[in-house]
């Protein structure tokens, strides 16, 4: 009887022990990759045909990016409904009017400032439908916030006649071409092919097609079965609208990519507006195709190229901190929202970002606290506003999703103490951006130019015989990280690098230079176990090792 019970307290600890260690595991992997409402890489051929094959297409007369003409009509047609309606819709209409105000703000390059005149809801609040009062005095201050605005609303857009003209002379993105490059249009899109659902957010659908059999694009659209658009519905009972809403996003984002222009901001090739499911205009950006970042296969990457993707991330926020509008925040900030590039990392989803900087008191202390689940900045005041709060959020969010699980690790020792300067200085927010960014350059030229090894003494063990023309075409081990996941594939500065690399691996005994360079320069060097198979390989040259 003894030994039944020993044996069952025994089992219950190992439960308990492995019931430990599975959500610790869990926990990681959700900080890494979560973000809600995310679907992705899923096989959606359901949704892939309702997005092509249900859509009465109408091909737009000009390639202009503009707010199209159902959404002003609209815009402007909801202000004569004095009291039409629930106060309930009213909260619709306002959301409306507020989105479409802010696409207006940037599509005339003013960073700063409401349209309407009225404090706008917070855009951290602002997740697309996310509207339900937290108490009735929430709800007063929105029924009074609508009729306040109203009076102002109709002087200011009094007719669909006049919203509509607005549209034309105001409203348009004057711009037939990005950087001389044509804008595609909804002709682009007619005959795509090798359709493929990606995944969807809180707001839309984004597809991968080709064009003209060749240019791989990415397709985005408001999700119409989507988290936001059927809460809309649900408690609105108005697809129309609740899709104008969801609409001003996609808006938004092309606007913000047409004015944002940056090589860490993903390219708008074009857009085209269509009628589908019975809703006139509905608006698809068409936009450069990235891989979506995944963070568990980028930590068994080289040191360099996950340095390469943290010094992109701080060079477009640098961008961001000076940007032509202000300094632009992106309030959802999560890898997620990023897409790598040939290497390059580029932010994707820019419907969230704002440029609104928090307003504060001089008499409130709490008016500039920025929380994250981690810890708590309280920012100074100045002139009514919170100072760098923009920059500080996006600084932090780098740090505590890219700096600490990219920079530091199997980086080269001699850079080692610098990189966790970096990381440490960004976590406590001793640095700024541009302080980041300058010593993230630093880096750059310490690595690129080979300065990172002269601190080195060590002496080589043995010597290598230099064979020209010649591989190893077998031979193979496996080493972390590598370029290739059945060999060892590294990058070296120099011969003297690739022997102390050779050196400091047990099974090594040659390696192979090839004709191939990283993005800093450096040479890809295969290593080997030994000469065994070595062959004439014209324009190879291969080291074997000989001695002890």
Same mark, same amino acid.
């Given at each position: 009887m003894l030994l039944i019970q020993l $044996?069952?307290?025994k089992r219950r600890k190992i439960v308990v022990a492995a019931g430990f260690c599975l959500s610790f595991f869990l926990g990681t992997l959700m900080n890494l990759l979560? $973000?809600? &409402?995310f679907e992705h890489h899923q096989n959606h051929d359901n949704r *892939?045909?309702?997005y092509y094959h249900k859509k009465q297409q109408r091909v737009t007369g000009d390639s202009q990016l503009h707010i199209s003409e159902s959404d002003t009509k609209a815009v402007a047609e909801s202000n004569s409904k004095n009291a039409a309606g629930s106060r309930h819709h009213q909260d619709l209409l306002l959301q409306i009017r507020e989105r479409f105000d802010e696409v207006v703000r940037y599509r005339r390059r003013q960073g700063h400032g409401s349209g309407t005149g009225d404090p706008v809801r917070p855009l951290e609040r602002r997740r697309l439908m996310d509207s339900e009062p937290g108490d009735n005095w929430d709800h007063i201050k929105v029924i009074e916030r609508t009729d306040n605005q109203q009076t102002h609303f109709q @002087?200011?857009? +009094? +007719? +669909?006649t006049y919203m509509q003209t607005k549209s034309r002379e105001d409203l348009t993105m004057n711009s037939r071409s990005i950087n001389s490059t044509p804008m595609l249009d909804c002709s682009s899109i007619d005959n795509v092919t090798n359709i493929q659902y990606l995944g969807s957010g809180y707001t839309k659908a984004v597809y991968k097609a080709a064009l003209n059999n060749s240019l791989s694009v990415a397709l985005k659209s408001v999700d119409f079965g989507g988290h936001d658009m059927e809460n809309c519905v649900k408690k609105y009972g108005s697809p129309g609208d609740c899709y104008r809403l969801a609409s001003f996003k996609i808006v938004k984002e092309m606007t913000l990519m047409e004015r944002l222009q940056h090589p860490n901001i993903l390219k708008l090739y074009g857009y085209c507006y269509q009628d589908s499911n019975d809703i006139q205009d509905t608006v698809t950006a068409i936009t450069e195709l990235g891989s979506p970042l995944e963070m568990i296969q980028l930590l068994q990457t080289s040191w360099e190229e996950r340095f390469r993707i943290c010094l992109s991330l701080v060079r477009l926020l640098h961008y961001l901190a000076h940007s032509p509008l202000g300094s632009v925040t992106l309030l959802d900030f999560r890898p997620r929202q990023f897409v790598l590039v040939a290497g390059e990392l580029k932010v994707t989803d820019l419907d969230d970002a704002s440029t609104e900087e928090a307003p504060c008191s001089l008499s409130s202390t709490s008016d500039c606290v920025m929380e994250f689940p981690a810890? @708590?900045?309280?920012l100074p005041c100045s002139r009514g506003h919170c100072l760098g709060i923009n920059e500080k959020r996006n600084l932090y969010n780098a740090y505590r999703f890219f700096?600490?699980?990219l920079l530091p690790h199997s980086a080269p020792p001699t850079l080692r103490p610098l990189l966790d300067k970096i990381v440490n200085s960004t976590g406590e927010l001793i640095w700024g951006i541009d302080e980041t960014l300058l010593q993230l350059e630093e880096v750059l030229h310490l690595y690129r130019n080979g300065l990172y090894l002269q601190n080195s003494t060590q002496t080589h063990r043995a010597d290598y015989k230099r064979v020209v023309d010649a591989s190893i075409p077998g031979e193979n081990y496996r080493c972390w990280p590598s370029y290739q996941h059945d060999g060892c594939l590294l990058s070296v500065y120099s011969i003297t690098e690739a022997i102390g690399v050779c050196e400091s691996h047990a099974q090594c005994r040659a390696f192979v230079l090839t004709n191939q360079t990283t993005w800093t320069g450096h040479q890809l060097v295969f290593f080997k176990t030994g000469p065994a198979s070595l062959n004439s390989?014209? &324009?190879? *040259?291969?080291? *074997?090792r000989v001695g002890s």
């Open positions: $044996i069952t307290m979560y $973000i809600p &409402g *892939v045909h309702r @002087n200011r857009l +009094s +007719s +669909s810890r @708590n900045f309280t700096f600490t699980y390989a014209k &324009g190879r *040259v291969t080291y *074997v």
